[in-house]
């Protein structure tokens, strides 16, 4: 199994966590993940821990799409992929949602299947360098129509002057059934939401069809699958758990409108509709405490690495019979890290093939239960 480590996006400053990050590299880490949101920006910590480390491979988790154009993130992965040294850097994308792409960016919501597809293409096609890039998609024109608003007709088809890595993988971020499926198709690797061990049942089949519609033999081979799951080590399993309620509670009951909240179906859909219901109105009211209360034990348990050295190595068993090629753990705590690298290194991970074989011989069942 490889391990990632994920160091997420800033609060109020950005102080990377560099020690950690050069422990996770003097393990035997494969990668090491930045986010965004409305703070920090997630490729520019790459640059710096590009030049502060010397083999770990640097990954967005994820690079929101309404925060630069195709062309532009493709400049921003290829630069720090070139300063890095070629085939260390991972370009995780991800849609966000429609709070953060209208009311930070302001950019219109749309229909961010087809923009995620067009944005990937037009990537793929700055990465291979094989003509003047041209893309006539559903969301996303190159170059701008000279008949739209505000056109000055003298766009033109462009090459990048840089002479990029044509094998740059792209990973998508997705826990629906059209991106995971997108991911299969367009996507060197998978960022999946809120997973939790049996999910390869529900994901597998949806890359399956993925590969078909890529054609030209894609398969398992090469393509990657790495869920970020919170791990700390300590004796005092419900502490831990409750210390993860108010981040669960913030994109369960806030994390999104009403209406439209991926995080709040996500629950629904493992078996908690009630709770979910519950923590969206005490978020959304103001009582956050109330909210973070209202977080079932059970719903994270299945969800992260908690507990003393033993019940971590007994529970990491389920996640290497998964089906997922890496883990990314977020952690700031060194025995984690350390317990993390032992534990992967003790128990191998089986494989997507396998698990879904394995987990088409048992009882379908409902999460909850």
Known sequence: ??????????????????????????????????????????ITPLAYLAAKTDRIR??????????????????????????????????????????????WYGEPWGKPYWRLR??????????????PVEHDGHEIVLPYPADAPGASGLGKPLMSILHPNPALPIWLGAGGPAMTRLAGELGQGLLPLRMWPDSMAEIGPLLMEGFARAGGGKSWTGFEIQPTIDVLVTDDVE??????????????????????????AQMVKAGYS???????????????????????????????????????RERYVAWAESGITGLTVNSTQPAALRLMAEVAAETPAIGP?????????????QERA
């Open 1 to 42: 199994m490889k391990l990632g480590l994920s160091i997420g996006y800033s609060g109020r400053s950005l102080e990377l966590p560099l020690d950690t990050v050069l422990l996770a590299e003097q393990l035997g880490y494969d990668s090491v993940w930045t986010a965004e949101a409305y703070g920090s920006d997630a």
């Open 353 to 365: 093939v396998k698990a879904m074989e394995r987990l088409a011989q048992k009882p379908a069942v």
């Open 58 to 103: 640097l990954g967005t988790a994820v690079m929101q799409l309404a925060g630069r154009t195709a062309a532009m993130c493709a400049m921003q992965v290829q630069t720090v992929d070139a300063l890095a040294g070629r085939g260390r850097v991972v370009a995780g994308l991800g849609v966000s949602g429609p709070q953060i792409v209208e009311g």
């Open 274 to 312: 009630d709770e979910a219901a519950q923590i969206q109105e005490f978020f959304l009211a103001g009582r956050k405490a109330e909210a973070a209360d209202a977080v079932p034990d059970a719903y994270i348990d299945g969800r992260v690495l908690v507990g003393p050295p033993d019940r971590i």
């Open 118 to 131: 067009d944005y990937v293409t037009i990537m793929g096609k700055i990465f291979a360098r094989e003509s």
């Open 239 to 264: 502490g831990a758990l409750a210390a993860i309620k108010p981040r669960i509670a913030l994109y369960v009951g806030g994390m999104g409108a009403r209406e439209q909240n991926y995080h709040n």
